[in-house]
């Protein structure tokens, strides 16, 4: 089911999410009912860099800490893209796209551009 969660929450999320580049392609927030009948809310991490999960975890408990909200309570856990459970929450939930990791690129060869040749003396 759709999240119902304080918007200082989502706002909290979507900015320490912001700063995960590279951790996982995306993180899904759904309401969910347990068994018994308890009623929360589960974040999922879609595709998950393999080592990645207790900082993402750490970084979801700091966002909501941070929000301000009393007694807040979000469960975590990690999906793979193809999980029927991830499918499902994609239909239903609040998607968070995490940026893709920033790769330093080498400085090119002198002479390996044609654009720039090298200059000769």
Do not use: W
């Amino acid at each position: 089911m759709a999240p119902s969660v304080p918007e200082a929450v989502i706002a909290g999320l979507d900015a320490k999410l912001a700063r995960a580049g590279g951790l996982a392609e995306a993180a899904v927030l759904c309401g969910v009912v347990y068994e018994g009948g308890r009623r929360g809310h589960m974040l999922a991490f879609v595709n998950a860099a393999e080592g990645a999960e207790a900082a993402l975890a750490r970084a979801m408990g700091e966002a909501l800490v941070f929000s301000g909200v009393e007694a807040g309570e979000l469960d975590v856990t990690f999906l793979r893209s193809g999980d029927a459970a991830a499918l499902a929450m994609a239909r239903v939930g609040l998607r968070f796209d995490l940026p893709a990791p920033q790769v330093p690129q080498a400085p090119a060869a002198p002479g390996m551009d044609p654009s720039r040749p090298p200059k000769l003396r």
